[in-house]
């Protein structure tokens, strides 16, 4: 990155972001890494830099990688961290040792590879293509990013699928495979062994393949072995068999977990997140930490617990006001929103839980409130701002009527006075004043999650922070 003169231009966040933005979407899915291929052949093949942890599965990506990069960071080693979606700033997806990149250093590595980025479009739109797609220019600044810096090991989550995922340019030293499950069928295939394949793909000769927990072990996991076995894998490595959770007991804030990998136990690990789902995510984080830390047998517990323990992941079962409680989650299907109940079920006792939830229109909108209702009060139906995907509030509450009973289902289309009404219902309901049982639970998508979060987070008044003869009288 251009330290010494970031953001030249002067150029502003938003119309960068807007100028990617014009590209198709993410969830655009094109079976084909020629573009990547070409634009990193421009850019000198900057991926074979660094040492790659590389994310896939249904569930648990992000957490699953940020547990990881905390681990190698532990350690001494330089890290880069590629995760989506982002819930506030496209900015999030992308940090260098722990810290997500400023909006002039993203603006700068926009500025940096974009004329590469019109030469690989005008080659592709000759030959018939597309150009480059949102997340492919996305995954390239990262990647550029990461050499650039330089960093050690870059952990990089799958954005979807994998097979043909944009950041499958990349050759994991570990690559790990979380639990796989029916999710953007219309992309990856109406079967999870069809996903499985897909997931599957990032297995490459040479790595570690980490397999997680498997809900359809019988189906999935030939699929993962084969896959393994065919490309000539390091080393496999399943969940509840080379690696296992040991013991796992709540605790404030998170959990405590004993952790066994190929190279040892580590006793009583805390880790800063609730759900059985996370002491497994994280065993996978440290079997991958393993494989890139450049250290002969177990890591350091004391350094392993450091790490994990300072592990927070906005947008997961994210603690965001008190009084009443206050939790986002962007669970959008079926598995992640029963990790979702269980944790609730396990780590808190309400009496009264108000659900907030916009999903969008392609989920499994009825069998995730199904999951959901056990444990909620009511629920109040709303949209986020994702306006082209989301699903409407009329439909939704149609859906929720039929799971719910209208009695204990509200439509509010704006999601502000959605939340602010659910909170009514709790303080209304909440007789000592204090909060204690009673919260209200924003799901159902990661936008929903940003856009609440974005409106609940406390935030410094910039006015008290000037001295006190420059502020406004």
């Known amino acids: 990155?251009?330290?010494?003169?970031?953001?030249?231009?002067?150029?502003?966040?938003?119309?960068?972001?807007?100028?990617?933005?014009?590209?198709?979407?993410?969830?655009?899915?094109?079976?084909?890494?020629?573009?990547?291929?070409?634009?990193?052949?421009?850019?000198?093949?900057?991926?074979?830099?660094?040492?790659?942890?590389?994310i896939t599965g249904t569930n648990g990506k992000g957490s699953t990688a940020r547990m990881a990069e905390a681990l190698c960071r532990a350690y001494g080693l330089r890290t880069g961290l590629y995760t989506s979606p982002h819930l506030e700033s496209v900015t999030e997806r992308i940090a260098i040792d722990g810290q997500q990149l400023s909006e002039d250093d993203f603006i700068d590595i926009y500025d940096q590879v974009k004329d590469f980025i019109a030469l690989v479009d005008a080659d592709s739109v000759k030959h018939g293509g597309p150009r480059m797609s949102f997340f492919e220019v996305l995954t390239t600044m990262a990647i550029w990013a990461f050499a650039d810096a330089p960093v050690d090991v870059a952990i990089v989550e799958v954005g979807m699928g994998g097979r043909w995922d944009a950041t499958n340019v990349l050759d994991a030293d570990a690559a790990i495979i979380g639990p796989v499950d029916m999710d953007h069928m219309q992309w990856l295939g109406d079967t999870v062994e069809k996903i499985a394949g897909e997931k599957s793909g990032i297995i490459k000769q040479g790595s570690t393949a980490i397999i997680g927990r498997q809900p359809h072990e019988e189906q999935v996991m030939p699929i993962l072995l084969d896959q393994a076995k065919n490309v000539g894998a390091a080393a496999v490595i399943r969940d509840g068999e080379e690696m296992e959770v040991v013991s796992r007991t709540p605790a404030v804030g998170g959990q405590v977990a004993t952790l066994r990998t190929p190279n040892g136990t580590y006793e009583d690990v805390p880790i800063a997140m609730f759900g059985e789902h996370q002491a497994h995510n994280a065993l996978a984080a440290l079997a991958a930490a393993e494989v890139v830390v450049p250290v002969a047998g177990a890591l350091n517990g004391d350094i392993v617990a450091k790490a994990l323990s300072g592990v927070r992941v906005p947008g997961r079962i994210e603690t965001i006001r008190t009084s009443p409680t206050i939790i986002l989650d962007g669970g959008h299907n079926v598995q992640a929103v029963t990790a979702l109940r269980a944790a609730i079920e396990e780590n808190y006792n309400f009496q009264q839980l108000v659900g907030v939830v916009s999903m969008m229109a392609d989920k499994e909108v009825e069998d995730v409130l199904g999951v959901m209702e056990p444990v909620l009060s009511e629920i109040i139906v709303t949209q986020n701002s994702w306006a082209p995907r989301v699903m409407k509030a009329e439909d939704l509450e149609k859906i929720a009527d039929r799971v719910f009973g209208s009695d204990r289902v509200t439509r509010i289309d704006d999601l502000p006075d959605a939340i602010q009404a659910a909170v009514d219902k709790v303080d209304a309901a909440d007789e000592t004043g204090v909060g204690y049982g009673r919260g209200v639970l924003i799901f159902g998508s990661f936008v929903t999650a940003g856009d609440a979060r974005r409106l609940l987070k406390e935030t410094p008044n910039k006015d008290l922070l000037k001295p006190k003869s420059e502020r406004v009288k």
């Open 1 to 54: 990155m251009s330290f010494e003169y970031p953001n030249r231009g002067n150029k502003k966040l938003a119309d960068v972001y807007r100028d990617i933005m014009k590209r198709a979407p993410e969830h655009d899915f094109d079976p084909s890494l020629d573009r990547m291929r070409a634009i990193l052949d421009l850019l000198g093949h900057p991926e074979q830099s660094f040492r790659v942890i590389h």
